[in-house]
């Protein structure tokens, strides 16, 4: 099955068109959202043929979709309704998703949804302990981000390491500019660090993670921060970015800190100090640790955030081969032959992941 594969981000479009798991062609149209960007999308259309079904990554499901979806007038008005839960990148999406309906009326077109993997998650993790009320009337929840990375993340471990997926326990470590870790437990997701936005959880490049909630009051009632600076300070100009002065990129951070920056030095001991202690978390969600999983840019090719954060988990018997890791090229494994846990570099690979979850949803 020929799979076109749309990935939206916040300000780009990604195309890949797949051949079962052989990527054929693949484009970005990188000012998505800008005044030509339809052009070149229909000039990469033209030049393809021949499409069983498009694929598009929709960052948030809500509380109706824990599956991939055949989009219909009425899915798509949900994912308009719900598109203030991820308003950087759900209008994005929907956009995508008209226009490709444009150039492929006759196509089945599926939604597969980040947060449809985390939807697995008991109640005792996914629910805040805020009242009742506020939690039914507005359907908050811990939704978590990166469903599909993890998920194919998990898939791959299984299948380097020979073993039935739902016997294992994994952590898999999605790590980029935005990050997240997922617990995972007899095949699926029982615990993930991002929650009802991708603002909780780990330090990330530019976003904040976990923070006291007292904390962002003060910043309102006495700083005197409005709504809006507050929101741009948290997604924009925290996290690594914030602390270091920085791009808010690892390498960038790294480069500061080897040059002496006592500001970027402090911002990675902050990240590689939450990354852990996160771990531990997603460890104890997941009842116990066979596997560790780094995908994502800076979990595949930072050897270093890798080695610190094995290190940090000592106690656990994890050990990681310094030169497997050092040259470690996806998809590797990269501990030593006495760890008791084992730890693998995956590449992310989420255009195989939706390829595979529209198959699977056109098969039903």
Known sequence: MRVLVINAGSSSLKLQLLDGD??????????????????????FVDDISEVDAVGHRVVHGGDRYSAPVLITDEVLNYLVEISNLAPLHQPKAVAGIRELRKYFPDVPQVACFDTAFHSTIPKASATYALPAKWNERWKLRRYGFHGLSHS??????????????AALRIVTCHLGAGASLAAIAGGISVDTTMGFTPLEGLVM???SGTLDPGLLL??????????????????????????????????DVNAQAQAGSVYAQLALDVFDHRLATMIGSMVVSAGGLDALVFTGGTGEHQPGVRANAVAALRFLDVQIDDESNEKAIPDTIVSTEESAVKVLVVAA????????????????
């Open 205 to 207: 490049a530019t976003r």
């Open 349 to 364: 690979r989420e255009d195989l992941q939706i390829a595979r979850e529209v198959a699977h949803a056109l098969e039903e």
């Open 22 to 43: 052989d990527l054929v062609v693949e484009h970005t149209v990188e000012r998505w959202g800008q005044s030509d960007d339809s052009s070149e999308l229909a000039r």
């Open 218 to 251: 003060w910043l309102i009632r006495e700083g005197g921060l409005s709504v809006a600076e507050l929101s741009a300070g948290l997604e924009l100009g925290s996290g690594l970015a914030g602390l270091s002065g920085t791009s808010g990129d690892v390498r």
């Open 152 to 165: 194919y993340a998990a898939g791959q471990c299984a299948h380097l390491l020979g073993t039935d997926l």
